[in-house]
């Protein structure tokens, strides 16, 4: 083989961490490969994986060194595929493809494959856009449903409650029963409406909207579960800390997966949510005032 060229420590350094991240993201790809039911997607996944593999054999050319996969970052996206579903990841992996093209115009001038391998990539990404058709995001709109009354409605009645009950068992019970009643009551009217709507998957988008309202009752309530009979006011704080929790990782989700700006739909489910929970925990303060209850 040809001496290559000497380079940089600064080139030589960029050159490996292409090398690795190129291997890395073969292996994930070819993980995804052996997970897709359409043969069409399986074969468009295959050949994406063979030519970052591709591209990792020409960074060795010039690195001269033998470079692994990230076993981390490969279990880490295995998991998120798992948690999230392959559109999720690959839009992440797509994400970074374009941060990695941006590194790699750095070594056009040193490196003459350096353009090819740009314009594989950027197919890459035409590809990988062509491909995602999950099922699961089909139903986008009925988790935020869900998602969005959970919030609204539990978040606002959990505060207000707090300083009426101020005792975490009672909110909690409280909070449960309500949630519980409320999760039925939402997946059985999302059923009815995508049924009048004329959707033959009415029930299925029905169970999203309930399994999303059912698990962000669970979260609101837990803090009131984990903190002493006393201790509301904390586990209010830690409450509110969960809404914004749970607001900013289901936007992020969708705004991945979705191809839309994270920021201003955090900004406004954060701001409704929020503004409720104050609204109620200031009735529920007054209430506590006027009628003069003491639970304690």
Known sequence: MKKQ?????ASQKLMLAFQKDEITSSCIYNRFSKHMKDQKNRNVIEKIAADEFK??????????????PDRLKIFWYGLLTYLLGYTFVIK???????????????LKEEITEVGRIIAQ?????????????EE????????VLGLNDALVELTGTIAGLTFVLTNTTLIAMAGIITGIAATLSMAASNYLAERADGNPNALKASVYTGFTYLFTVVFLVLPYLLFPEQMFVPALICMI????????????Y???????PFLPKFFEMSGISLSVALISFLIGLAAKMCFGIDVG
């Open 5 to 9: 060229p000497s380079h940089s420590a």
């Open 55 to 68: 591209h990792a054999e020409i960074w060795k050319q010039y690195t001269q060194q033998n470079v692994g």
């Open 92 to 106: 992440l992996l797509e994400l970074n493809e374009f941060s990695g093209i941006k590194g790699l115009r750095q």
């Open 121 to 133: 990539e950027e197919e890459h990404e035409k590809f990988l856009i062509s491909l995602l058709d």
């Open 136 to 143: 699961r995001l089909n139903y986008v709109g009925a988790m």
């Open 241 to 252: 800390g969960v809404v914004i929790v749970l607001i900013a990782v289901f936007n992020f």
């Open 254 to 260: 969708i705004a991945v997966v979705k191809s839309e």
